[in-house]
T-cell receptor, first 114, second 114 residues
Framework: GESVGLHLPTLSVQEGDNSIINCAYS??????FIWYKQESGKGPQFIID?????DKRQGQRVTVLLNKTVKHLSLQIAATQPGDSAVYFC?????????????FGQGTILTVHP | EAGVTQSPTHLIKTRGQQATLRCSPI?????VYWYQQALGLGLQFLLW???????NRGNFPPRFSGRQFPNYSSELNVNALELEDSALYLC?????????????FGDGTRLSIL
């Protein structure tokens, strides 16, 4: 069935380090992926997205990599800052009858130490 | 530009009652989505509305229903409330009629069932 999961539920880094958050997905028909950041008491905030016809996309301090062969997605955050501390979710759109529906992973807690 | 707004912020009900949650999308967005974020279960897709029509539905019982108004705002109604309905209910919006557009979330309504 469709599922999106995360390898690491928690990640602790020092300020200034680069962070990598990983995500595995099982639906090979998924054609669109999004990373969200959720801070305490707030809704998920869009970070970056990638379509299945791409394998890399860069934003401001963030890069998303997509490996369709092994169904793996990662979010890289450069020069991590304390303000990056939050829960990070990957989400997929499976297309077809799942069109419009995002399936979310369980989330990774990122803690950045000053 | 205002983001997705949801009301009320908090809602306390008792078992068997009915709850109504409201959402205003980002200006120009015609698609509205509802998700449930329960403790330990992550974000689960509930409903998707576009141009006033229900387009997709998640694995929730029929007592979860909603509608979208001509101004694209939306309501989520939950009847016969049960204790396990306690959760954060998140609304998201996106540009409608376009494939694979990012969904942007509000900060949610915290529903507590006593």
């Amino acid at each position: 069935g469709e599922s999106v999961g995360l390898h690491l539920p928690t990640l602790s880094v020092q300020e200034g380090d680069n962070s990598i958050i990983n995500c595995a997905y099982s639906n090979s028909a998924s054609d669109y992926f999004i990373w969200y950041k959720q801070e305490s008491g707030k809704g998920p905030q869009f970070i970056i997205d990638i379509r299945s016809n791409m394998d890399k996309r860069q934003g401001q301090r963030v890069t998303v990599l997509l490996n369709k062969t092994v169904k793996h997605l990662s979010l890289q955050i450069a020069a991590t800052q304390p303000g990056d501390s939050a829960v990070y979710f990957c989400a997929e759109n499976g297309g077809g009858t799942s069109y419009g529906k995002l399936t979310f992973g369980q989330g990774t807690i990122l803690t950045v130490h000053p | 530009e205002a983001g997705v707004t949801q009301s009320p912020t908090h809602l306390i009900k008792t078992r068997g009652q009915q709850a109504t949650l409201r959402c205003s999308p980002i200006s120009g967005h015609t698609s509205v989505y509802w998700y449930q974020q329960a403790l330990g279960l992550g974000l689960q897709f509930l409903l998707w509305y576009d141009e006033g029509e229900e387009r997709n539905r998640g694995n929730f019982p029929p007592r979860f229903s909603g509608r979208q108004f001509p101004n694209y705002s939306s309501e989520l109604n939950v009847n016969a409330l049960e204790l396990e309905d306690s959760a954060l209910y998140l609304c998201a919006s996106s540009l409608g009629g376009q494939i694979n557009q990012p969904q942007h979330f509000g900060d949610g309504t915290r529903l507590s069932i006593l």
